[in-house]
């Protein structure tokens, strides 16, 4: 079995390590795949293809996407997608390029989450494009946790849709700490797996003295995006 973390930031974004650091920890945890996941930023996707061939595991370039009923995890994404458009115009774009839609620590009130309205229409939806790939039904960050049980309950009674688990880390010692089983070894083995339903969640829960450092990257971060660029 192949073991993924599908969503990982970098200090392009508000995490605290750089794409090389976070490949170094994705050697020691194990990773076969790992994805660069920043919010609404391929940049650092971008580098860690061109870092990739160096490590001996695969990369799936990504982005958290904020969408007006809250985040969408993308995967193998070629080409930016715009934000704060409709979840629906959302996952079509990201469909529309070869990506794919996983619904990220769902249902949390603790940050940007989908909630269950929206998950529902989604699931209702006649557009051949608007689907959910898969759900994150193990986020090891607090947003993640408080609602870990309620998601998984709901999964398994009505969505029934492809699992994931993945370690949100905005903190190096976080990578890896959550991660997808899948068969096979390769990005494509983990797409095919996610396709047919078996991939498996696994992990554990991040330990509290990670947010102080995570608390302190996302303050930078919102500073360097709303404060320093409109005085630009």
Same mark, same amino acid.
């Given at each position: 079995m #192949? ?5 990982v &930031? ?7 390590? +750089? ?19 920043d ?12 870092l ?7 990369v ?7 969408t007006?009923?809250? &985040? ?10 715009r934000?704060?458009? +409709? ?10 390029? #070869? #990506?794919?839609?996983i ?15 929206a998950?529902?229409?989604?699931q ?9 790939? #898969? ?5 090891p960050?607090?947003?993640?946790r408080?609602?870990?049980a ?10 029934h849709l ?14 890896g700490?959550?991660f ?5 070894r +390769? ?7 996610l396709?047919?339903?078996t991939?498996?969640a ?13 608390m ?9 995006k ?5 005085s630009?």
């Amino acid at each position: 079995m #192949g073991k993924a973390d599908l969503h990982v &930031h970098t200090s392009w974004g508000d995490g605290t390590a +750089s794409v090389d650091q976070i490949f170094e920890r994705a050697v020691e945890a194990g990773l076969d795949v790992i994805a660069i996941t920043d919010h609404d930023d391929l940049r650092a996707a971008y580098e860690a293809l061109e870092l990739a061939g160096n490590y001996p595991f695969e990369v799936i370039p990504g982005a958290e996407i904020t969408t007006l009923q809250g &985040h969408l995890l993308a995967l193998f994404l070629e080409r930016p997608i715009r934000m704060l458009r +409709s979840l629906e115009w959302t996952i079509q774009a990201i469909h529309d390029q #070869g #990506g794919i839609c996983i619904a990220p620590h769902p249902l949390s009130w603790l940050t940007r989450s989908l909630g269950e309205r929206a998950i529902r229409r989604v699931q209702r939806s006649a557009h051949p494009e608007v689907y959910f790939d #898969g759900i994150e039904v193990i986020n090891p960050s607090l947003a993640g946790r408080v609602t870990a049980a309620k998601v998984n309950a709901l999964n398994e009674a009505e969505l029934h849709l492809p699992e994931t688990g993945s370690s949100d880390a905005h903190h190096l010692l976080g990578v890896g700490a959550a991660f997808t089983e899948f068969e096979g070894r +390769s990005a494509e083995d983990f797409r095919r797996s996610l396709k047919v339903g078996t991939t498996r969640a696994d992990g554990n829960f991040t330990w509290q003295r990670e947010m102080t450092g995570v608390m302190k990257a996302r303050t930078a971060y919102r500073w360097r995006k709303y404060v320093l660029r409109r005085s630009a």
